[in-house]
């Protein structure tokens, strides 16, 4: 049996020479990566650099696709895309159940529900919510089920500056709490220094630079220790700033 310290320290994640392509067009190219359980890890590149195909073969999403390489993950893993995917015939408590069913299943949506600060609105539609609680109620369904991975794409790209920010704090305090491991799938710099411990860039079909951000929690996005990171996240994305 593994002890507390290998548990701590297994890598959650394993990818070694992950392959990807499309119509014979490679798109992830030989990916070797470890993700340690318990990190929160952003994936930053550039649109059509390949981040979903990424977080789709690490959730097995991907089945039937051209590659190959070794992965592993977590048993017990959850998505959560940049639209909620509510079902819309399905009050909300429901839909963060997927189809438990009993008291207790009930009792710890109910709890998932109260985390994210939808508490009351167990009973609404999804069409009932805003974008931003509908959101919510989607962290809530991923979260019910205790992950050792979350994994995310994009979830807070369709949600205006305001409610992004409450958002980041939301997923920092759950992950504070329950300690999944979490890849973040995001084109945004800022978003990903604010909220991770390490970010990864992906370039070519490769983590181009992977970057550990020493710094406590929370973080302000003006914090000017944070400056350095994002200078050379955005000299890795190939994007210069002229002021
Ligand atoms: N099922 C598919 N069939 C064919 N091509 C695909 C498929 N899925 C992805 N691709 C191609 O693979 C490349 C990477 O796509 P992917 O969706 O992973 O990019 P991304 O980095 O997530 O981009 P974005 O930031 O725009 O979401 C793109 O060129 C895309 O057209
Ligand atoms: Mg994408």
Same mark, same amino acid.
């Given at each position: 049996? @593994? ?11 394993? *990818? ?57 993950? #977590? ?24 189809? @438990? ?53 994009? #979830? ?13 704090? *939301? ?20 978003? @990903? ?24 929690? #929370? ?25």
């Amino acid at each position: 049996m @593994a002890t507390h310290t290998e548990q701590l320290t297994r890598p959650a994640v394993r *990818l070694h020479g992950l392959t990807r392509s499309f119509q014979g067009r490679t798109v992830l190219d030989g990916i070797d990566l470890e993700l340690p359980a318990g990190q929160f890890t952003a994936l930053l590149g550039h649109s059509g650099s390949g981040k979903s195909t990424l977080l789709r073969a690490v959730a097995g999403l991907d089945h039937g696709v051209e590659g190959e390489g070794r992965l592993s993950a #977590p048993e017990r893993g959850s998505v959560v895309f940049q639209d909620s995917r509510l079902l819309p015939w399905s009050r909300v408590l429901d839909n963060v159940l997927l189809g @438990a069913e009993g008291k207790e299943a009930a009792e710890r949506g109910r709890a998932a529900l109260a985390e994210v600060g939808l508490a009351g609105r167990e009973r609404a539609w999804p069409g009932e919510l805003s974008g931003g609680e509908a959101q919510r109620a989607a962290l809530a369904r991923a979260l019910v089920r205790e992950p050792q991975l979350l994994l995310a794409d994009e #979830p807070f790209g369709a949600l205006d500056a305001l409610t992004r920010i409450r958002m980041h704090n *939301l997923l920092r305090e759950l992950w504070k709490r329950h300690r999944p491991s979490v890849l973040l799938v995001t084109h945004d710099v800022d978003e @990903a220094i604010v909220l991770a411990d390490r970010v990864l860039v992906l370039e070519n079909g490769r983590i181009g630079l992977d970057l550990t951000i020493d710094r406590p929690h #929370p973080r302000s996005y003006r914090e000017p220790k944070l400056g350095e990171y994002r200078e050379r996240l955005l000299a890795a994305l190939g994007v210069t700033e002229d002021h």
